[in-house]
């Protein structure tokens, strides 16, 4: 895996686990996407997206939180789009994380549209 869609999977996991759990530890973030603590901790450690308090809490910074936003932004309408052409859930999910880190921005911007319409 590209070392910017691992960067990109662990702020998307850290934001939906907030908004599930609450609190988010690296531990949680390792057995949400099946990845070595170790690579979990470097990444977080990294470009100053995500801060980690003395108890191991995680939490986004305001650029980690923009980025994870976009990032599940482009995964929502993706998964959208493939659904609307014809995709099962399942199928349209999978491909969709795959999709979401290498799609241009003027193709998102297509996708978006197209799936917003109904």
Not at 5 to 10: A, D, G, L, Q, V
Not at 105 to 118: R, V
């Amino acid at each position: 895996m590209r070392t910017r869609e691992s960067e990109e999977m662990y702020l998307e996991t850290i934001l939906l686990l907030k908004k599930k759990k609450g609190n988010v530890r690296s531990v949680d973030v390792v057995e949400e996407l099946g990845y070595a603590k170790s690579s979990v901790s470097r990444a977080v450690n990294q470009k100053g997206y995500v801060n980690m308090d003395r108890n191991g809490d995680l939490t986004l910074t305001a650029s980690g939180e923009e980025k994870a936003s976009s990032v599940f932004e482009r995964h929502y309408y993706i998964t959208r789009a493939l659904i609307k052409i014809g995709a099962d859930a399942a199928l349209a999910e999978a491909n969709a994380c795959r999709i979401e880190h290498v799609v241009s921005d003027d193709m998102f911007e297509l996708i978006k549209k197209f799936a917003a319409c109904d």
